[in-house]
């Protein structure tokens, strides 16, 4: 295993923050957390991830505009990034998938749907 693995999670619901930083804590995964669209946009573009978690409906600026200024930008449009979705709502997934999201996890998600995320992009990480 080589270089680490880091994961943003934008979410303002500190329960479901400490749930995936609990859950990858065993693994070789740093987890950083936000809890506003607006301090999750800056982590994003001031660091280095390979995953970013983005729930949907966050205070003040909203996970799908996070999601297309993320994409708009060069510096971070590479990044994977899966919207966290509150309902299995067909409309919610196709407004973020046409924001430019690479996938999204329906809540409440269960850790190991989260875990299979995290192996399949490290064992891409490590083959690129
Ligand atoms: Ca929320």
Excluded: N, W
């Excluded at 992009?121 to 083959?127: M, N, S």
Aim: hydrophobic content about 45%; overall charge neutral.
């Amino acid at each position: 295993m080589g270089a680490s693995f880091r994961i943003l999670v934008v979410e303002d619901e500190p329960v479901i923050r400490e749930f995936v930083r609990s859950l990858l804590s065993e693994s070789e995964v740093e987890v950083e957390c936000a809890a506003t669209g607006a301090e999750g946009l800056k982590l994003a573009r001031s660091q280095t991830f390979d995953l970013i978690l983005l729930d949907v409906v966050l205070p003040q600026l909203d996970g799908i505009t996070v999601c297309r200024m993320l994409k708009a930008d060069p510096g971070t449009a590479k990044v994977p990034l899966h919207m966290l979705t509150a309902k299995a709502k067909k409309s919610d997934v196709e407004v973020a998938m046409k924001a430019g999201a690479d996938g999204y996890i329906h809540k409440p998600f269960r850790g190991a749907e989260l875990m299979d995320l995290v192996s399949t992009l490290r064992a891409r990480k490590a083959t690129t």
